[in-house]
Nanobody
Framework: QVELSESGGGSVQAGDSLRLSCYFL????????MAWFRQAPGKERELVAQ???????YEADSVKGRFTLSRDNLKNTVYLQMNSLKPEDSAIYYC????????????WGQGTRVTVSS
């Protein structure tokens, strides 16, 4: 069973930076694609960024150039570096994992809140 533990959320001002971390436990980390999703009040959950087991990344257009996703396979951890934060980035951010053999994310963290004030 996979366990995901997020940290790093908080309240910041527009233009500030935050780094979210997600620690993966329970299976072979290098066999999992990792991602961050977010959900703002009244909105659907959306994919922010994902990273393959080999390190290839995808970022949503809304965060491209501002957010960077990376992974450390020795520390079983993924990091979402968020720069130039905007109020519209405010949401609960969820770490997610899917095995390389599956197409959907089936393992989720509890979420960490990010609040960006203007």
């Amino acid at each position: 069973q996979v366990e995901l533990s997020e940290s790093g959320g908080g309240s910041v001002q527009a233009g500030d930076s935050l780094r979210l971390s997600c620690y993966f436990l329970g299976r072979t980390f290098s066999l999992y694609v990792m991602a961050w999703f977010r959900q703002a009040p009244g909105k659907e959950r959306e994919l922010v960024a994902q990273i393959t087991s080999g390190g290839s990344t995808y970022e949503a257009d809304s965060v491209k150039g501002r957010f960077t996703l990376s992974r450390d396979n020795l520390k079983n951890t993924v990091y979402l570096q968020m720069n130039s934060l905007k109020p519209e980035d405010s949401a609960i951010y969820y770490c997610a994992a899917k095995h390389i053999s599956t197409s959907t994310y089936g393992d989720w963290g509890q979420g960490t809140r990010v609040t960006v004030s203007s």
